[in-house]
């Protein structure tokens, strides 16, 4: 758990460290990179009262206008604001400064459902038919909300921690206001290898037509493990899509063969719709439709403001500022890692032998703990360096193997209980034990014990 900690200057304190910088944007402070595109960087974000992590897009107003994206943003942010269901990434909130629009999305951590395929191939037949399930169920709902993705792929579908599908980026998604008078879509939009037929040929198409096109060519990948329609010509691609010409691989079950050839079939007016998807025998097999979406109303008026900063109530600054540094959290289940044979009551006792890893528990406060332990290493011959709540303790004088060196590091299991581990990273074991008697003896007064403690695992 402990890090390697910057090196210590020639009077063997501690060097500044960026750790103690943060950048925040309204109430939440700024982490790593998750990716980039032409248009965007997305950012892992924590909100500062909740602790909640967040992903939040960030775009330059000015690319935006250059390049002409003024209206596909405020397209993207009226559709976010409509949808609410749990395949959906969720649109917490939209920021603004002068220069940059933030939104502040749900953070799903296992990335894109494309990159699952890449790594492993296809996918069994249950798992597959689970996640098209999952997809079909948050497409019925983007329709119901007037909502029209337009560039379904399985780069745009993301996976949290519990294999939860969620539909992302909907950049290019249509609403009831982009219909033209003959009440179909004209804009030729999406990824060529999804895109259906109508939208090839240019004579206008239904959203909701395409969407489910989109799903039944997923549906092939996630299962066959490549794309039912590719070439490296474009135009003979386009000419296999307008004629539906694909064949399966052997493996797929009749069940999924039937729907599928009746979700990818060229004609729209003879394409199944949601409704028939939802009664298909194939498609119904562990089916467990999802109750949790949310019809909320929701005011489209200041979608235009992101552009305008004098309809800004408050604009979001992003600005660099010190952070007050707290030790790192240990849940439950790191708690349990610490010892092998999980049983946890050592860890609220004194080591009867030392090793080159020891742990105590204290109820003082953090910082309390950091000045005692400083205090006590440095009569025993040691440099001090110290980052937040981890120090390292290097020995003055060459041992046996070198420089005696230690490092400790001060953890959080509770807001009146810390837990301390101490360790040998180089130098001689006996040297180690020796410090240890000394340093533990003097720590005394600091450390928690318990006569009888019985902690459930």
């Known amino acids: 758990m402990s890090q390697k900690l910057d090196k210590l200057d020639s009077n063997g304190s501690s060097c500044t460290n960026s750790s103690s910088m943060r950048t925040r944007v309204g109430n939440y402070e700024l982490g790593r990179t998750l990716g980039s595109g032409n248009f965007a960087k997305v950012k892992l974000a924590r909100n500062l009262d909740t602790g909640k992590q967040v992903a939040i897009k960030i775009l330059e107003k000015n690319k935006i206008v250059k390049d002409k994206m003024t209206d596909q943003i405020k397209r993207e942010v009226s559709t976010m604001k409509l949808v609410k269901h749990p395949n959906i990434v969720e649109l917490y909130e939209v920021m603004a400064s002068k220069s940059k629009i933030y939104f502040v999305l749900e953070y799903v951590t296992e990335g894109e459902l494309f990159s699952k395929i890449a790594r492993r191939g296809k996918l069994k037949e249950e798992d597959a038919l689970a996640y098209f399930q999952q997809l079909i169920d948050a497409v019925d709902y983007c ?26 980026d909907f950049g290019l998604s249509a609403l009831p206001q982009h219909f033209r008078e003959d009440g179909l879509l004209h804009t030729a939009c999406g990824t060529p290898n999804y895109v259906a037929p109508e939208i090839i040929v240019d004579k206008g198409y239904d959203g909701a037509k395409v969407d489910i096109w989109s799903c039944g060519v997923i549906l092939f990948v996630l299962m066959a493990g490549y794309l039912p329609f590719n070439d490296s010509n474009l135009m003979a691609m386009y000419k296999k899509i307008y004629k539906a010409e694909f064949s399966f691989p052997e493996w797929f079950s009749p069940g999924a063969k039937r729907l599928i050839t009746r979700v990818l079939t060229p004609n729209p007016k003879h394409r199944i719709n949601v409704s028939q998807i939802l009664e298909d025998p194939w498609f119904k097999k562990g089916y467990k439709p999802e109750k949790h979406a949310f019809f909320q109303k929701v005011k489209l008026d200041d979608v235009e403001a992101v552009f305008d900063d004098e309809s800004i109530d408050q604009l979001a600054i992003e600005q660099q500022e010190f952070k007050i540094p707290r030790p790192t959290f240990l849940n439950a289940f790191e708690l349990i890692s610490f ?51 981890k120090m390292k303790f290097q020995g003055k004088k060459i041992g046996r193997k070198g420089h005696l060196s230690i490092a400790t590091e001060v953890f959080e299991v509770t807001p009146s209980l810390f837990l301390v581990e101490v360790r040998k990273s180089s130098g001689d074991t006996l040297e180690y034990q020796k410090f240890y008697h000394k340093f533990s003896t003097s720590l005394k007064d600091i450390m928690w014990t318990t006569e009888d403690m019985n902690v459930v695992a």
């Not at 329709?143 to 992302?168: A, C, F, M, Q, W």
């Not at 050592?346 to 003082?364: A, G, H, N, P, Q």
Request: charged fraction near 30%; charge should be positive; include cysteine.
């Open 143 to 168: 329709h119901s909300r007037g909502v029209y993705h337009r560039d379904l792929k399985p780069e745009n579908l993301l996976l949290d921690t519990n294999g939860t599908l969620k539909i992302s």
């Open 339 to 389: 010892n092998k044979g999980l049983n946890l009551s050592s860890l609220f006792e004194k080591e009867k032998e030392v090793k080159l890893e020891t742990r105590f528990t204290s109820k003082c406060s953090a910082p309390e703990i950091i000045s005692k332990m400083e205090e006590t290493a440095k009569p025993l011959g040691f440099y001090i360096q110290k980052r937040d709540y």
